[in-house]
T-cell receptor, first 113, second 114 residues
Framework: AQKITQTQPGMFVQEKEAVTLDCTYD???????LFWYKQPSSGEMIFLIY??????QNATEGRYSLNFQKARKSANLVISASQLGDSAMYFC??????????FGSGTQLTVLP | DTGVSQDPRHKITKRGQNVTFRCDPI?????LYWYRQTLGQGPEFLTY????????KSRLLSDRFSAERPKGSFSTLEIQRTEQGDSAMYLC????????????FGQGTRLTVV
């Protein structure tokens, strides 16, 4: 079984500051992928970034980077230079041999002007 | 538009009625997923298709729920004898062949059972 834990129901960050959203995972699969999605109030799920379990380097996509610490089973999302448009729900997810994506409960990020 | 599309976007139904939702995945994607999402929660996995084969079903999927993907293209999710607890957003997602590619989501169907 796979499990994602996001312990921060809500986070606030000042515009232009960086913020870290926490994600820990549990899986027995030797090979797995970790994903972050953004869900604005409009409801669509927007893919942000992916990290494979065997990737040596942390993934980066523009202002998004994934701080992957395999031994700690954590895959935190770092958003640099926050913008007002970053205010949304953020979900961490894992995919392994079960083929489904298992999501966490999410973190509501609010960017303050 | 070449993304995942879902129809309808909104559905209001009376308790006890049957409803059917449709999902058209990205055309070259052979993997298709249905999820349910309630307010303030993450998406919960319901079922998974690889081409036309339904390979996984969640325990959440009661006997009143059935999903099909008859030709390995679009999929339908039917809920029979709807209950108020079925009110949720139903999300469809598709993925390509490579094992850990990202899933692309549709905009969802919001079901309200009154």
């Amino acid at each position: 079984a796979q499990k994602i834990t996001q312990t921060q129901p809500g986070m606030f960050v000042q515009e232009k500051e960086a913020v870290t959203l926490d994600c820990t995972y549990d899986t027995s699969d030797p090979s797995y992928g970790l994903f972050w999605y953004k869900q604005p109030s409009s409801g669509e799920m927007i893919f942000l970034i992916y990290q494979g379990s065997y990737d040596q380097q942390n993934a980066t996509e523009g202002r998004y980077s994934l701080n992957f610490q395999k031994a700690r089973k954590s895959a935190n999302l770092v958003i640099s230079a926050s913008q007002l448009g970053d205010s949304a729900m953020y979900f961490c997810a894992i995919s392994g041999s079960a083929r489904q994506l298992t999501f966490g409960s999410g973190t509501q990020l609010t960017v303050l002007p | 538009d070449t993304g995942v599309s879902q129809d309808p976007r909104h559905k209001i139904t009376k308790r006890g009625q049957n409803v059917t939702f449709r999902c058209d995945p990205i055309s070259e994607h052979n993997r298709l997923y249905w999820y349910r999402q309630t307010l303030g929660q993450g998406p919960e996995f319901l079922t998974y298709f690889q081409n036309e084969a339904q390979l996984e079903k969640s325990r959440l999927l009661s006997d009143r729920f059935s999903a099909e993907r008859p030709k390995g293209s679009f999929s339908t999710l039917e809920i029979q004898r709807t209950e108020q607890g079925d009110s949720a957003m139903y999300l469809c997602a598709s993925r390509g062949d490579t094992s850990n590619t990202e899933a692309f989501f549709g905009q969802g169907t919001r079901l309200t059972v009154v």
